[in-house]
């Protein structure tokens, strides 16, 4: 017996309840109210917060062209999040603020420019495959939160730590939101709606112009928690957007991209589309070998389609760039300043 043979026809019978289809304005918002509710069911969200967290910080530290504040917050009874609020020189009035999430990896430290040995580079200096993208959105002139993912960098557990600094736990850690009923995933895009709140309230920040920027694993958390939460003016995600059957499905993937039961309501692409009328913008790597181009063209066509029946064609962008799988930045910057500082 395939095994893989018998999983795939088994997936082939299933069609997802929830899909979106072209339909009419009022129908559009009903499906919008049940595709949400089911995605937070299926990632496991608790109902929702009683309070704005209390943050906690340092006095800061002044480096070429902007600050850099360290920040801690609960996004849960002992759930601590960890990152930095980066602000560039000069700001004036409040501007669109930018919730920026690492992937697999070294963690925050990597996408603020924080070396291995604890030195900092330069803001254009890229560093392995997330390249810095947080220090690009300061010298884009954007106030910047870099959160720490869960099984990651700081917020990882002791075995990882011992193993190097790109070991993650997110094994450990997604079996066990696995055996609560949770997932990974949801713990996630929890904490990243809490450090909405914390950057919404940053007094430099325009929180009607909020924005969610992430590359690979934190792709995946910025494009849930801009298709779950609503304060969300702009989602930006690299490396991420595909279909689950041609990459999560058809390549080996770390187990915090799984889910269960969510091919039951819901293909990747019709989380994108919960996004729309909102900004959009989805990059990926021509030679990307673990989100395939195929498959990233075939998620883009049915995001496009879904914000062309909301009128808003132009709401919605896509890369693929000459690369493999990296941050690369050049459009979605583009399309943020175009279309978001206006």
Do not use: K
Request: with cysteine; proline share 6%; net charge neutral.
């Amino acid at each position: 017996m395939d095994t893989r043979r018998y999983a795939l026809r088994r997936m082939d019978e299933v069609t997802a309840s929830l899909a979106w289809r072209a339909m009419a304005p009022e129908a559009a918002a009903r499906w919008r109210r049940r595709a949400r509710g089911a995605l937070r069911r299926v990632v496991g969200l608790p109902p929702g917060p009683t309070r704005a967290p209390l943050v906690e910080g340092d006095d800061g530290r002044l480096f070429r062209g902007y600050q850099r504040r360290a920040v801690r917050f609960e996004s849960r009874p002992g759930c601590e999040v960890v990152g930095y609020y980066l602000l560039p020189d000069g700001v004036e009035g409040r501007l669109p603020g930018v919730l920026c999430l690492p992937g697999h990896g070294r963690g925050v430290d990597s996408i603020v420019g924080i070396a291995v040995d604890g030195t900092q580079r330069d803001i254009g200096c890229p560093d392995e495959y997330q390249a810095d993208f947080a220090l690009q959105c300061v010298a884009q002139g954007y106030p910047t939160l870099a959160i720490e993912q869960i099984s990651f960098g700081h917020r990882r557990d002791e075995q990882a730590r011992s193993e190097g600094p790109e070991a993650s736990s997110c094994v450990r850690d997604s079996v066990a939101a696995l055996m609560l009923g949770e997932t990974v995933a949801g713990w996630r895009v929890w904490d990243a709606m809490r450090a909405l709140d914390v950057l919404g309230a940053m007094r430099e920040v325009d929180p009607r112009r909020l924005v969610t920027m992430g590359i690979s694993g934190g792709g995946l958390t910025s494009l849930w928690t801009a298709s779950l939460d609503p304060r969300v003016r702009a989602c930006v995600v690299s490396g991420y957007l595909s279909t689950f059957r041609g990459s999560i499905l058809a390549v080996d993937h770390c187990v915090d991209n799984y889910v269960p039961g969510i091919l039951r309501c819901l293909e990747m692409p019709d989380i994108a589309a919960l996004v729309a009328p909102r900004l959009l913008f989805a990059e990926s790597g021509a030679d990307d070998a673990i989100f395939p181009l195929a498959s990233f063209h075939a998620a883009c066509d049915r995001v496009r389609a879904a914000y062309a029946a909301c009128g808003c064609p132009e709401r919605f962008a896509f890369e693929a760039f000459d690369g493999d799988h990296r941050f690369h930045g050049a459009g979605a910057f583009r399309f943020l300043r175009d279309r978001l500082m206006v």
